[in-house]
């Protein structure tokens, strides 16, 4: 008979069994398949290295959590039903469609070359269109949500509270994020649309209420409800997601559901800044990905991305990248070891389930080298 063995975690607190997954601070044991939805791009421009970031952690967990034996099931959405991605298809003389298709295959290529795996679904928002229907009709039965003058708003005057924000901090963010939270037809502020009218010229699909389009949150819901069904194991995206975005996608699914939470934890990764300011399309101050990868090895940029802590936020410096391409040699010489101990592949092994913690299991790779070397470049895709 077995048992387990606990330690001390990174951050100081109880660690987990060997071989269980320690995700945000607590264990995160898991069934079979783990079920992973991963917030995607809006396809109205190339990719940059903050979403770079937060493909390439999600890419590093389910890879962490297949070494343990678990397969994963992955859904990362494209949201091409969008206002930006409209006007900006508009500039340009091109449907919003076709024009997303195109923004598409630059980031699918860009992933690509990250050596992140394609996902198991790729849902369209366009092609979800009638999950969303569905999904609205579901809250107005349930009373979480109301119809107005075409609109469907859901109830989310209680959103901000759960996730710790205070009403000052949430107003802004709804606001940053391109809400109206002065909106008239809402009862409150923090009602947002599940389903709005759409003006001449926008998309438009028919519905009870009329023409009209999904609002974002409840279109990442009704993707996520259609291919993981009621709960899932990690909702992963950038931590700039956490509110509005993450917060109303989990509130509308477990309004209609019942099941709480509606993620059982979340990966939200860092964001990416230049020069002290967070990298942003709308902004312009963008390091692409195809940029930085110019003469330079893709998994030398890949772990340049994952040699931190996934949480934190950081500021991108061209030496960063310098200095990985010098740790992925490290990585590659020690890997060439022909031996290696039993004890460092545990090692390894024990550090990326720590709240995946990539600096720790190189660490330990470099010093023992052989097998434990070659675990990491395998599992964090690094050949």
Known sequence: MSTSVESTGRDGSRAAPAGLLTLGGAPLPLTVPARVYVCGITPYDVTHLGHAATFVWADVLTRVVRMTGVDTVVTRNITDVDDVLTRAAAERGRGYDE???TQEFWFDRDMADLHVRPPTHAPHARHHVTHVVRLAAALLATGAAYERDGHVFFRGAGV???TGLDRAA????SREYGDRPDDPLRDDPFDVPVWHPSAPGDP???????????GWHAECAAMALATLGGVVDVLAGGADLAFPHHAYQSAMASAVTGAAPFARRGLRVGTVGLAGAKMAKSTGNLVLVNDVLQGRPAAAVRLML???DWREPWDYRPEDVDAAVGRLEELYVAAGIRSGSAGAVDRVRAALLDDLDVPAAVGVAIEAGGDAARQVIRTLALQ
């Open 99 to 101: 024009f997303g298709l």
């Open 160 to 162: 901000p509270a759960a």
């Open 170 to 173: 949430a107003l802004a963010l």
């Open 204 to 214: 438009a699909w028919p519905s009870p209420w009329g023409p009209g389009r999904p």
């Open 306 to 308: 994952l040699h931190r």
